[in-house]
């Protein structure tokens, strides 16, 4: 039996996506089990790196979440609207989802997530946060027999990138950004990565599947590294430090109480630390539990190639569940 | 609905998933639908951490694997008999199965495996290699999507103790050695660690998994750590580089065909090098694949918390896969 893939968005991730489901060999042998059926795009006539027959696509892109064949709806669109509409259509029409958008999960994960339970759907997201790092899956299911003491890392390429190279030549934080972006390895308007937003988006998403319930985007502390200097970097190397942008999601007990502190800031890591040797555009992120201990992370945390990659996993866990249930005698 | 789990073995990782199974709150919400049904041991006599209800235990270990009440068999025993053969006929009973048996999966991992595939159960083994750091169902599954190119990391735990401890102190292998025996890190026969069979066997599970097919473990070059000398450490150090005792699965392009070669052995790796700064008893793996590029999994490699931690994740698997069936319409 087959799954039908219906594709929302064939930017740089959406191209990967695709290039991967149309080019199964030696990946994971569920991979046949899957086809795209539609793919729907804001533009006909943009060029584009990957052709696909003109009957597959369409700028209807209600017509993706609506039509009956479609088992799989894959956003990949970005942005708040259309997406979150779209997927909240696909969930009402009892279709799987997968997503890697942080931005709409972090602020409507609850209502997603509660339409989803309510029809009895997966929504799956492992691209949304650390790139082609598995670990929502991990984190939701893996890491599952422990108590979750603390989720933190490094998970904005970005930043990293900059404070890296901040770090390796001593130079200020205008010029990296400048040097960032003609590389393309920071947008035209930088705010989200550099004012640590997109790192809060994505600590929102660790923390609500680490510790359960809601976290509320617009409560979290956030400090991103336009005030870090070049002499900042210089101190707090000379007495045994690196300079990282961290997303921390942290219970703490309090009063008596616990409570649950969620922060992005640029903070002062020994360099003797793991994460201090977290360079460039990587990803790394630390996950403590009880038994377990201490566990990293560590990969691109960025860049098509990885977060299609985790794409097609959240893909080829539905195709496990869905084969599951397709196997009841 | 429940899960009933028979537990074979009550020995340190035993006892630790029990307590977990016991102890559910604050950690998974599907943990609470899993009880322990009946815990097969060797001796009833012997005193426990655990002290569990008389009736609940039994030293007929073939009574807990044909108990038509019992959903998923845990086999912690260790050792290749009875092991094996209780796996066997837990399979044919229709159980689903977790271990931890490296030694078991590594020698019979295809006897098993098509049985299980025969019959239509799972067999899961996520404690089997690195301990607590989530590696065999990110590899199975998260990272499905890639073709994978290599699999490489320290894997044992005692070997990597015995190499951080020469390089930290400058002492011999033989001393080390037997500071480890003395605090519990390395058995009283050390031989299955530092010859490197133990790594020999997690990496033939790995490439099994990484690769497809079958890994004959007795063609896995291995040589271990006895002939490392302090001078040895110290010239690698001046150079730049740490000797490691990896075990390695990659593909190699040879006279046109494809090769794959696994072996365990010490190596030099250069000091920037992530694997370079993995010390005592902590394991990492680091898994390369297209598109994603290189990630890396870094935890507690041994120690009954971190191994419980890791089989109860099997069993939270597999009841996320059962549930999935049963809640079909």
């Known amino acids: 039996m087959g799954f039908k893939v219906g594709l929302l968005g064939l930017g740089t991730v959406g191209t990967g996506t695709a290039q991967i489901l149309l080019n199964p060999a030696g990946r994971h042998p569920l991979l046949s089990a899957v086809e795209i059926h539609r793919v729907g795009v804001r533009s006909l006539g943009k060029p584009r790196q990957l ?31 259309p997406a979150r509409s779209l997927i909240l259509q696909a969930i009402k029409r009892g279709k799987q989802v997968v997503t890697a958008n942080k931005a709409v999960l972090a602020r409507y ?74 590389l393309g390895y920071a947008e035209a308007d930088p705010t ?9 988006d994505k600590i929102a998403i660790l923390a609500a599947i680490a510790f359960g319930g809601r976290i509320k985007r617009e409560e979290i502390f956030c400090e991103g590294i336009r005030r870090v200097s070049a002499a900042d970097i210089n101190y707090a190397a000379k007495l045994g430090f ?9 219970r703490s007990s309090r009063n008596g109480g616990e409570a649950l502190q969620v922060r992005v800031h640029p ?3 020994p360099s003797n630390h793991p994460l201090a040797s977290i360079n460039g555009v ?6 403590a539990g009880d038994p377990l201990g201490q566990v990293m992370f560590f990969g691109p945390g960025a860049g098509a190639g990885a977060t299609a990659s985790a794409v097609v996993s959240d893909i080829l866990n539905l195709v496990s569940l869905l084969g599951a249930i397709a196997l009841k005698p």
């Open 192 to 200: 989200a990565d550099v004012d640590g937003l997109d790192a809060a």
């Open 267 to 269: 903070t002062l890591v």
């Open 109 to 182: 994960g609850d209502e997603i997530f509660s339409a989803a339970h309510g029809v009895g759907v997966y929504v799956l997201f492992e691209g949304a946060v650390g790139g082609g790092i598995p670990v929502i899956q991990p984190l939701k299911q893996s890491l599952g027999a422990n108590r979750i003491i603390s989720v933190l890392g490094i998970v904005n390429g970005t930043t990293n990138y900059i404070l890296t190279e901040m770090s390796a030549k001593g130079t200020g934080f205008d010029e990296v950004l400048a040097q960032a972006q003609a």
């Open 51 to 81: 052709q696909l027959p003109a009957s597959m696509m369409t700028t209807n892109l209600e017509s993706i979440v609506t039509d009956p064949d479609i088992d799989i709806v894959v956003e990949l669109l970005g942005g708040l609207e």
């Open 282 to 287: 990587c990803n790394a992120i630390l996950v």
């Open 242 to 250: 690196a300079i990282k942008l961290l997303a921390i999601a942290q």
